[in-house]
């Protein structure tokens, strides 16, 4: 073999050396697990349930919903609860027959962390239609804000009850109030309904 052929079969047998070193390095970077992002922490999701016969409670939930986003349930009651007689009747079953047929008969909660849940206030008792949701529902691990909403009569130990029935099911009562609606238009009532819910929201999103 000539000088020549030497010196060519050297210098490829070096161009060989060099690239498969770059491929064993690029290998080896390419093996090599990517920079995680930092984590991003999971903003907590809210859940707002009502039972509205006037539309009181609706307008409040709807503006609490506004305020926290996330996600809203009507509670219906499938028995007529209209008109004066349908008040008085839900009075007397509020006291005496508080489950009720509702739709949905369930909620699924599992997405959520925090519910709020409202229902006007018939005597010293919530609603039979939220008193049902509430039998229903299994609240393990979940922070609830519970509120009521009534013309004038409706004490705290009335979400007093409540709050220890809630809990009795494995959930934790957080906060609750209560808006009385005698003499005062919807616009206030959400007014006031705005004005707690944003003054609160941090609290209860935590």
């Known amino acids: 073999m000539n000088r020549y052929h030497c010196t060519a079969a050297f210098f490829v047998t070096v161009t060989l050396c060099i690239i498969l070193a770059a491929s064993v390095g690029v290998l080896q970077v390419s093996g090599q697990a990517a920079p995680q992002p930092p984590a991003v922490a999971k903003k907590p999701k809210a859940l707002v349930v009502y039972y509205s016969r006037t539309g009181n409670t609706k307008a409040i939930a709807e503006t609490i ?11 219906k009651d499938m028995k007529d609860r209209s008109g004066f007689f349908g008040f008085i009747g839900g009075m007397i079953d509020s006291r005496k027959h508080p489950i009720t047929e509702i739709s949905p008969m369930q909620v699924n909660i599992k997405d959520y962390d925090l519910l709020v849940i409202g229902s006007p206030g018939w005597g010293v008792k ?13 609240f393990t691990g979940k922070k609830v804000v519970l509120f009521g909403v009534a013309s004038a009569r409706m004490k705290q130990a009335t979400l007093d009850e409540y709050s220890k029935f809630i809990a009795s099911k494995s959930g934790k009562v957080i906060d609750t109030f209560i808006i009385k609606t005698l003499f005062i238009n919807q616009d206030e009532i959400k007014a006031e309904a705005k004005k707690i819910s944003s003054e609160r929201a941090t609290k209860w999103m935590q």
């Open 126 to 138: 919530l609603t039979p239609a939220i008193n049902t949701f509430i039998t229903n529902t299994d």
């Open 65 to 75: 919903r506004e305020v926290l986003g996330g996600d809203i349930q009507e509670i």
